[in-house]
């Protein structure tokens, strides 16, 4: 079981195979076939979701900068999880690592504009 995972090359992944039935019929290769069988299935049927690192930041604009802001980040698909409306507008994003460093130069090069970035933590995304 543990070399099928291996051979996807996955990482935190459980697989649990429970047995009914306590005999020896099956012997020790009849075992090793019927776990790595049903773990060939079950990795033939999952769902895959690939991580990747990155950061959760957060952009304070001006009012006149929310649209611009916003099609900026579907453009790039930056996932915004969430808005807070007060002097200035502050977005909470969270994006890959390149895709930051790709916002990061269009700050600098004024492609968007943006009063302040804070990077807040890095995380799996």
């Known amino acids: 079981m543990l070399e099928l995972l291996r051979g996807k ?4 992944v459980l697989v649990v195979v429970t ?3 306590g005999g020896i019929l099956l012997g020790t290769g ?7 069988g049903v773990t060939k299935q079950a990795l ?3 769902n895959y979701i690939e991580k990747r690192q990155g950061k959760e930041v957060q952009i304070r604009l001006t009012y006149e900068e ?3 802001f916003r099609y900026y980040c579907r453009k790039y698909q930056i996932h915004i999880i969430k808005e807070e409306y007060l002097e200035y507008v502050n977005f909470f994003i969270e994006l890959p690592n390149e895709t930051f ?3 990061q130069n269009d700050i600098d090069q004024k492609n968007i504009k943006v ?3 804070d990077k807040i933590t890095e995380k799996y995304i």
């Open 9 to 12: 090359n996955l990482c935190q």
């Open 19 to 21: 047995r009914y039935f």
């Open 30 to 36: 009849g075992l090793v076939r019927a776990y790595a």
């Open 44 to 46: 033939e049927k999952a």
């Open 66 to 68: 929310i649209e611009p």
């Open 101 to 103: 460093q790709n916002l």
């Open 115 to 117: 009063t302040k970035i």
